[in-house]
């Protein structure tokens, strides 16, 4: 029922997507492309398919963003940039091989404190502690390339607004000297584990030398207020081809918009917390 509801309302802004687009060619004018960040995790084996079938629609629907022109001005085309949390081995035996066919290019976040191990962090499933394990360094320096970005996901994957302030600290600034002194290129990238931050987090992530954070929420704006913080549309190889069409079309950007006003109502009904330490998945 949730699903049908999701695609439902999303192909609802797409339609109205569609009538914009319309009327704006019938003034002589055009609207601006959309910026799509899409948010994997892992691409297990018997997900190879589906996955090519994806970027196969991606290909064809949309542009393949380069990281280095995400926060720069939108193509001729819907852009849609490829992202992965937690360097799962998956990701490199099943996923980069199929992206490096289509040449789209990604960035994986790499839980720093986590290399070689099987996922242990708070709320992973019984099977991805069972299944799953995160990249070695080895692996990490053999897919360097052209296509391939690294990020940091942190050293200890834990959510910040739950951390004391020394922990944030090393979340965010020592896992970028780590990974940097690990794979030998700036880290440029930070994404929140579990989309969970706060408006100081983003100004540490800033102080630091990030030149982007990552949210996993997709964002209503076309552009973050600052130009730097931004969302993401959560996506599984396992998404059927009209939801993975949505998605890169940006058509399930009102998600972020509807969780932050359910937060707001929830948070009338509780005591609230200070601003600094106000839990926000999603950009506004």
């Excluded at 319309?22 to 997900?47: C, I, N, Q």
């Excluded at 949309?62 to 490829?82: H, I, N, S």
Aim: proline share 5%.
């Amino acid at each position: 029922m949730k699903k049908f509801l999701f695609l439902a309302v999303s192909t609802m802004v797409f339609c109205w997507d569609r009538i914009l687009s319309f009327g704006a060619k019938l003034r002589g004018r055009s609207l601006p492309k959309r910026k799509t960040v899409l948010l994997y995790h892992d691409v297990e084996d018997a997900a190879k398919a589906p996955f090519a079938r994806q970027m196969r629609w991606l290909c064809r629907y949309a542009e393949a963003g380069d990281f280095g022109d995400l926060l720069g001005p939108a193509g001729k085309r819907d852009r849609v940039w490829v992202t992965f949390d937690d360097a799962l081995t998956g990701v490199f035996r099943n996923a980069i091989p199929i992206l490096g066919q289509h040449r789209v290019p990604c960035v994986i976040f790499i839980p720093a404190g986590w290399l070689g191990r099987r996922p242990g962090w708070k709320n992973c499933s019984r099977k991805e502690r069972r299944d799953s394990v995160v990249a070695t360094a080895e692996v990490l320096r053999q897919h360097v390339g052209d296509l391939v970005t690294y990020g940091s996901h942190g050293l200890q994957h834990i959510a910040l607004t739950e951390a004391a302030s020394s922990q944030v600290a090393s979340e965010i600034i020592e896992s970028k000297a780590c990974l940097e002194e690990m794979l030998q290129r700036p880290m440029k990238l930070y994404a929140f584990a579990y989309g969970q931050y706060t408006s100081d987090h983003v100004d540490l992530c800033r102080q630091a030398g990030y030149q982007a954070a990552f949210a996993a929420m997709p964002s209503w704006r076309e552009q973050p207020l600052d130009g730097f913080l931004l969302g993401r549309t959560s996506v599984t190889p396992c998404d059927g081809l009209l939801e993975f069409y949505l998605k890169i079309r940006g058509a399930f950007r009102w998600h972020g918009q509807v969780a932050h006003l359910k937060r707001r109502i929830v948070s009338l009904f509780r005591p609230t917390k200070p601003s600094s330490q106000a839990n926000q998945c999603c950009p506004q």
